[in-house]
Nanobody
């Protein structure tokens, strides 16, 4: 499975962005999906995760209430809607897929990153 992330860019603090991650070479319905981010000098951390059929989600406190993960299995695409963005959200964002647990930080597949920059 190849994952292709898109939608990053430059946004002012308080603004919104929607990231997309489309799959090719396989169907995403078999996988739990997630979004991770990595800021310069920091570790890559999960910011959102969703179960295979979309009935369960996870967000760390840092983004809860501002980020929403969703998936469209018919389109083999996962989304991350981000609102009320803060400068500390600036990072490279990666989508990921795993057949079991996505939140352990060791997924089966990684997408390439897309840069989100939030200006103050």
């Amino acid at each position: 499975v190849q994952l292709q992330a898109s939608g990053g860019g430059l946004v002012q603090a308080g603004g919104s962005l929607r990231l997309s991650c489309a799959a090719s070479g396989g169907t995403l319905s078999r996988y739990a999906l997630g979004w991770f981010r990595q800021a310069p000098g920091k570790e890559r951390d999960v910011v959102a995760a969703i179960s295979r059929i979309g009935d369960g989600t996870y967000y760390p406190d840092s983004v809860k209430g501002r980020f929403t993960i969703s998936r469209d299995n018919a389109k083999d695409t996962v989304y991350l809607s981000m609102s009320n963005l803060k400068p500390e959200d600036t990072a490279v964002y990666y989508c990921a897929a795993d057949s079991l647990v996505i939140t352990d930080g060791d997924p089966d597949y990684w997408g390439q990153g897309t840069l989100v920059t939030v200006s103050s």
